[in-house]
Structures are given as structure tokens and as C-alpha cells.
């Protein structure tokens, strides 16, 4: 199995970001809203991940990370003591970026620990795979991040306001 074989049943409802100032065109103006399809190919072929939590006394903590799209969830692992797990231990809510994408995406969502081992397996699989890795799934917490809202942004001239386009998830 490889990481284009896992599909998401649910697809988040689109709309324009509100971002006053920023002359954003309504939903049927421009480009009209990105398809959630294009957001997710683009985080699906992602090497590297941008990752943001909060550290305890409130203060942005962000590196990059490798890690899988799988059905409309980011999974990562990470160091049991490492910032980003004791961090997400303190706040889980968290901010995931694929590195070099057009349109930037951006996933706010909230992150949980996997317990699941046949979810830990299928990882191991897959980041193994992607990335030509010997990862035994004993190296640190397996995270899922599932999404609340999403961002796409395209920076093609002119484009700006008449793509940008959020999603909203429903669980």
C-alpha cells in the first residue's frame, strides 16, 4: 500500500478567508475558491513540514518535520522529550505547513498521540517509503493532527485576492 492509496470520506466546506484590508474578491470573483483536492495533493506530496506549537509560557516554537498525509490527517513522530512533544503535551492545538508549496497551505488542527498499532505500523510503512528511512516506530510518539480549518493562498501575480480560500472542517 503507499500513501496515494488512503482517501478521506469528508471534504471541509470552502469559503473566502475573512482578511479585512486585503481586498479579498468574493467566492464566485477571480479565481474562485481552490479545490480542497489541490490542498491536499500538494500537503500529500510534501517532504518537508513546518510544524507550530506553543511552548508553555506562551512564547511560538516551530521546526520542521518529515511526516505523512493520510486521509485528511498529518501524522509525525518526534522525540518523547523533544520541544514539540512537550509542548503539544501542554497545548495540542498546533499549525502544519508543507515547505516550498503554491499555493502555501496552512492547516490549524489539533494534535493527538497514536496509539492505535495497527495505525503505527501503516506509518512506519509509509515514512519509511517516502522517505527511504529504517524507522522501527520505537524512536518517539506518533502524532495525528486533525484539522479544524485550512488556508490556501496562491502567489501567482494578481491571483492573491481572488484565490485565497479556507476550509472549514466537521467532524
Known amino acids: ?48 513540514y513546518w510544524l507550530a506549537t506553543t511552548r508553555p509560557d506562551g512564547a511560538p516554537h516551530v521546526m520542521p518535520v518529515w511526516g505523512l498525509w493520510l486521509g485528511d490527517t498529518f501524522y509525525f513522530s518526534t522525540g518523547q522529550r523533544s520541544r514539540k512533544a512537550r509542548n503539544l503535551a501542554a497545548n495540542p492545538r498546533c499549525v502544519v505547513c508543507p515547505d516550498g508549496s503554491d499555493p502555501a497551505i496552512i492547516v490549524e488542527g489539533v494534535a493527538e498521540r497514536v496509539a492505535d498499532a495497527s495505525v503505527v505500523k501503516k506509518f512506519v510503512e509509509l515514512y519509511n517509503e517516502k522517505y527511504n528511512w ?8 506518533i502524532y495525528a493532527v486533525q484539522p479544524k480549518v485550512a488556508f490556501a493562498f496562491t502567489d501567482a501575480p494578481g491571483e492573491f485576492v481572488g484565490s485565497a480560500t479556507r476550509w472549514q472542517f466537521t467532524y
Open 1 to 48: 500500500m503507499s500513501q496515494k492509496d488512503v482517501s478521506s470520506p469528508r471534504e471541509p466546506k470552502a469559503s473566502r478567508p475573512h482578511m479585512p484590508g486585503y481586498g479579498i474578491l468574493g467566492p464566485d470573483r477571480g479565481r474562485g475558491l481552490l479545490p480542497w483536492n489541490l490542498a491536499r495533493e500538494r500537503l500529500r506530496k510534501g517532504h518537508n
Open 134 to 141: 529504517n524507522m522501527d516506530g520505537n524512536e518517539g510518539p
